[in-house]
């Protein structure tokens, strides 16, 4: 509106002004903030249409006089920087040299360095300071800057740096931040831009949960996010930012490297991405600092009473920022200040390599240095740093603000000469080619510099903590009533598992450990009980009285609430399983987070989280309940899991488990605490949970171990008449036994059942011993488990589960016989259990006209009793498959 109002009185505003200029002088910018906000709810007050608006002008938040100093001298600062620069470009240069190709990415750090550099010579908190190490998420392609500063340092040799993307030897460098493969140095798996943001966003609220908790206190600790701008386009990046203005999480300081370019093109051609950003962090309740212009702009923009030049440069877009930066001085002169002689005169008495020089704000170490010490200092909110820098900023020709900047992996002589000069660079003309790994001298201020620095913060950073903190497993008996049978008392697995739950919270040990996620569906699941049990955290406490006060199992929210009920953010509530699942590295507390979700919305919803979570070596339980395509009655398509255990198998750190009874998801869950807490395995367990009711047996003997591996005998059929051996899981085992029961029965032939739980891991243990078999060809050759189990039980197999075949189909190449794999392949659909196994042909009938079949094939039977046994159990034989329907 404003911009289109003619102002009949000019004189009248300008007393406005300087009125408003006198309130800032006299009474402070708090006052002139108040006066403001109670002017504009006046103009509301009486219909005046006003919006204030969420964006300030494209210029600096923290004016020159509101500034910090960086301490001390300034040049030992950036002579490292100096060094630090030019071996992250001498690494990746040499790893793509005589047609290496090993790829890797210049452009961006070159951008972020400053930033980095400013953090880990004044703010980033090492392992031994007194709160204990601030947690860093790195960009995660700008790793090459990262390795270079740990170089500097002396934490990493040359041969690592030579070895950068060649892991496989052992004595190389991963390509991006993974914990997986540098166990002990890096600590956030970030380079699938967008799920480092939303990670670190809860851990920052997961730091007030511990500390909440009276577990770890969280002290001065912080949590740095530094993301691309490009990166903020990701849904996640910016998913969950409410979330952290919400909860106050002054622990959490965003720096976005605004160099307003991605891979392809620029980030926002056509627009302002730092206005842009602006807007949705100020708008999501977050304190924003812009820092867009470097210090030796201040004069210029002092003398520009006006305010033209940064009307100016409010008016252009990234897409002539990023022109300008690649042309040189002279279009810089024409497109910024040509087109006014006002504008002109400002810069009038300045030469084009001095304007050339002019820096952007996050390529300035002293405007960042101020930027960071303002964020420190906000309380009650978290705070983003908008920094304006170049792609590719010193690589000259070669790469900055091109095109195709962020693909550069190469300088030719040129170019490594005018960033040699640019960055002050202690190397001669004839050095600059070979690309030397340099270290400034023992003994020079650099050094010195960097040992004090370093000391002075608590140690390097990034560091992973990879001992090993061991818990005391509970042991089965503790679960004693799910051992037992329940009798006629028919219940579910995810009943099962909230009693067990409800069991290890008490536990004197591990109780105050666990931590239970969920994604607002605990109803769904049976699992309110727990609300008032353990409380809902809730920073605040509750400050209503709840509407169920007056019930057993009211919705208590409570400060030291042990839940995480995080409402309708699958995303959201695995970015907190991460962090709990990773305490023990993070917080040196091993905490046991238990996250139960719809199972269809989980792997194929959060699988790239899960993927981090595995590289990030986390622990813990991911539980999906309502599991199984024809195990959730009613329903449909969209909520019938078929799938999650194939996508399960994908997960190299992931052991997934389909149980039937109350013991199994016992011995796993016993298990499981042992192998990850007590024994120290890095894994995690995905256990699918059911809502079908049923009885349930008593544990046989000796399972456990077999539960453990994968299978396990569930009974063995008689001695007399042809023999098969069925396999099945989950609710289809249910089947299966009932098959048995049928084909002894109906056709006087035995059947072993078992139960295949942990097909994945039965795979896994095949590949293995199959491997060790072909490349110890003149050994006796070793038996997979499955393979050692069937032994002395013959008959051709059957296997049956409520997923997709393939996930079946992952054992017949271990079973030396004939295998029929049935399983729930294609779209679900909502009817009740019975008929959707008809339709899917996964009911004991469709198992027990399999085994016929296949006895049939091996001429232990005519075919006619296929065809009979079709007729006696009212099976249509055109009946389609559910793939083709
Ligand atoms: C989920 C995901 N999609 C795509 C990529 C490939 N990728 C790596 S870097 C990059 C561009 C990054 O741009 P920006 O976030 O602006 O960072 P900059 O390098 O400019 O600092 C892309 C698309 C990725 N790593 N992760
Ligand atoms: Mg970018």
């Not at 170019?415 to 600059?432: E, G, I, N, W, Y």
């Not at 039980?793 to 049956?800: K, L």
């Not at 008809?838 to 469709?846: E, G, L, T």
Request: charge should be negative.
């Amino acid at each position: 509106m404003s911009s289109y109002y003619k102002d009949p009185d000019p004189e009248e505003t300008q007393d406005w002004i300087d009125s408003l200029k006198g309130v800032i002088d006299q009474e402070g910018g708090d006052k002139a903030d108040y006066l403001l906000c109670r002017l504009t709810d006046v103009a509301r007050a009486f219909g005046v249409s006003t919006s204030p608006g969420l964006l300030t002008p494209y210029s600096n938040t923290i004016l020159p006089d509101q500034e910090d100093h960086i301490p001390g001298d300034s040049l030992t600062a950036r002579n490292v920087a100096a060094y630090v620069r030019w071996n992250a470009m001498a690494m990746v240069a040499r790893a793509n040299k005589d047609g290496k190709g090993l790829g890797g990415h210049i452009a961006t750090y070159t951008s972020v360095s400053a930033m980095y550099e400013v953090g880990f010579n004044w703010f980033f908190h090492g392992p031994q300071a007194q709160d204990g190490a601030d947690m860093i998420y790195f960009q995660g392609h700008s790793s090459p800057g990262v390795y270079a500063r740990a170089f500097v340092e002396g934490r990493l040799d040359e041969e690592q740096l030579c070895n950068f993307r060649q892991e496989v030897g052992g004595h190389g460098l991963s390509s991006y931040p993974h914990p997986w493969l540098m166990p002990d140095f890096w600590q956030f798996p970030t380079v699938s831009m967008g799920l480092g943001p939303m990670a670190a966003i809860y851990q920052a609220r997961f730091m007030r949960y511990m500390d909440s908790r009276g577990l770890k206190e969280a002290g001065d600790r912080k949590v740095w996010v530094f993301m691309g701008d490009g990166e903020s386009d990701e849904p996640e990046a910016l998913g969950a930012l409410s979330l952290a203005a919400r909860e106050n999480l002054d622990n959490l300081i965003f720096v976005v490297n605004c160099n307003l370019q991605r891979l392809d093109g620029p980030v926002r051609g056509n627009g302002k991405i730092v206005q842009e950003l602006e807007g949705r962090f100020r708008g999501a309740g977050w304190h924003v600092i812009k820092l867009i212009w470097g210090t030796e702009w201040d004069t210029i923009l002092q003398r520009d009473r006006e305010g033209l030049l940064i009307k100016k440069f409010g008016s252009m877009v990234d897409g002539d920022f990023q022109t300008i930066r690649a042309r040189g001085p002279a279009y810089l002169r024409e497109k910024v200040f040509g087109d006014d002689p006002r504008l002109m005169a400002l810069v009038e008495d300045i030469s084009d390599r001095e304007l050339w020089q002019m820096s952007r704000g996050g390529h300035d170490p002293r405007k960042v240095y101020a930027a960071y010490a303002a964020a420190l200092k906000v309380k009650g909110q978290p705070t983003v740093i908008l920094a304006q820098t170049i792609k590719g900023f010193g690589m000259g020709q070669a790469g900055e603000s091109v095109m195709v900047a962020h693909n550069v992996k190469k300088m030719d002589v040129d170019s490594l000469k005018a960033f040699r000069d640019r960055f002050h660079v202690p190397l001669a003309d004839k050095q600059l080619a070979d690309l030397p790994f340099i270290r400034p001298p023992e003994g020079s201020p650099e050094a010195q510099f960097l040992i004090k620095c370093r000391k002075e913060l608590g140690g390097p950073v990034p560091h992973r903590q990879p001992e090993h903190i061991s818990l005391p497993a509970p042991s089965l008996d503790a679960f004693g009533a799910l051992l037992k049978s329940s009798k006629e008392r028919e219940l579910s697995t995810t009943m099962a598992f909230v009693r067990l739950l409800g069991i290890l919270v008490k536990d004197k040990d591990i109780g105050k450990h666990i931590v239970p996620i969920i994604p607002d569906e605990a109803r769904t699941f049976g699992m309110e009980g727990l609300f008032r049990q353990l409380g809902i955290y809730a920073p605040t406490g509750q400050l209503y009285e709840p509407q169920d006060s007056e019930t057993v199992a009211w919705y208590k929210e409570d400060p030291k609430g042990q839940i995480l009920e995080e409402g309708i953010t699958e995303a959201g509530a695995i970015s907190s399983w991460l962090a709990a699942g990773t305490a023990h590295a993070n917080y040196g507390v091993p905490m046991i987070p238990f996250y139960t979700f719809y199972s269809m919305f989980g792997f194929q919803r959060v699988g790239d989280q899960l993927w981090a979570a595995g590289d990030s070596r986390a622990k813990g339980f991911v539980m999906g309940a309502t599991a199984g395509r024809t195990t959730l009655n009613g329903e449909g398509l969209q909520h019938q899991d078929g799938q999650g255990l194939l996508f399960a198998s994908a997960y190299p750190s992931c052991l997934a488990y389909d149980p039937t009874f109350g013991y199994e998801v016992a011995v796993l869950i016993q298990k499981g605490i042992e192998r990850m807490f007590a024994r120290g395995e890095d894994v995690f367990y995905y256990i699918t949970l059911l809502n079908e009711n049923y009885p349930h047996p008593e544990m046989p003997e000796g399972v456990e171990e077999g539960i453990d591996r994968g299978m396990y005998l569930v009974q063995k059929g008689g001695e007399k008449g042809p023999r098969v051996q069925l396999m099945g899981s989950g609710s289809i085992l249910r089947e299966v036994i009932a098959a048995a029961r049928l084909l002894d029965e109906d056709y006087g032939i035995q059947a072993d059942v078992w139960s295949i739980l942990g097909i994945n891991q039965l795979h896994r243990e095949g590949i293995l011993t199959e491997d060790w078999n072909r490349h110890h060809p003149e050994q006796p050759a070793k038996k997979c488990y499955l393979e050692d189990q069937l032994t002395g039980h013959d008959g051709p197999v059957v296997i049956c589960t409520d997923y997709v075949q393939a996930y079946g189909e992952q054992l017949r190449r271990f079973i030396n016989r004939p295998v029929t794999v049935l399983g729930t392949d294609g779209f679900g659909r909502s009817d009740f259990r019975e008929v959707l196994r008809s339709f899917f042909k996964v009911d004991r009938y469709h198992v027990v006209v399999a085994a016929l079949k296949n006895l049939a094939d091996e001429g232990h039977l005519p075919l006619t009793t296929v065809t009979d046994a079709l007729g006696k159990y009212g099976i249509d034989q055109e009946a389609p498959h559910a793939l083709s329907r």
